[in-house]
């Protein structure tokens, strides 16, 4: 009984997993000779012959018939936002910073801003650190006995 060892000198894909090279332009005997599975004559039969995308013959591309629109801002801020409903899940008179909003899964990350929406209500007063509220959210926060805490961003 022979035992042998896995070297990677007899390393072998399984097999049917590996297909053989189709090798073009190698002589009538294997299919692939003459025109080298190119077709007969033609801008895409020569050599370093093809057309580029967007090409229609010389006619005007599609994308240059249609106009532009709008513009991208250069100094547009991005914000992640957090609702307060999200927010009134936290126990009562505890601090809610950034970290714990994360800890809680409100946040997928904590390079972006944070702005708080007044969506939902908030029943219960809140310490809450952000960069940016809302002004109704402001006022429900407010109301609810919590204060706000302004980070700079």
């Known amino acids: 009984m022979g035992c042998t060892t896995m070297d990677l000198n007899n390393l072998r894909p399984s097999e049917g997993s590996t297909k053989k090279r189709k090798r073009i332009g190698r002589g009538a005997g294997s299919g692939h000779g003459k025109t080298a599975t190119k077709g007969h004559k033609g801008q895409k039969a020569r050599s370093g012959g093809s057309i580029k995308p967007g090409f229609e013959g010389g006619q005007m591309p599609l994308q240059r018939r249609l106009p532009k629109r709008g513009f991208t801002p250069l100094c547009k801020n991005e914000f992640?936002?957090?609702?307060?409903?999200?927010?009134?899940?936290?126990?009562?008179?505890?601090?809610?910073?950034?970290?714990?909003?994360?800890?809680?899964?409100?946040?997928?990350k904590l390079s972006l801003p944070v702005k708080v929406l007044a969506t939902g209500e908030i029943t219960k007063p809140l310490t809450i650190s952000a960069h940016k509220f809302s002004a109704t959210a402001r006022e429900k926060i407010v109301a609810a006995g919590g204060t706000l805490q302004e980070l700079p961003f």
């Not at 008179?93 to 970290?99: G, P, R, Y």
């Open 80 to 108: 992640t936002l957090i609702k307060l409903s999200d927010l009134d899940t936290f126990p009562a008179n505890s601090v809610v910073t950034l970290e714990e909003m994360k800890n809680k899964g409100l946040l997928s």
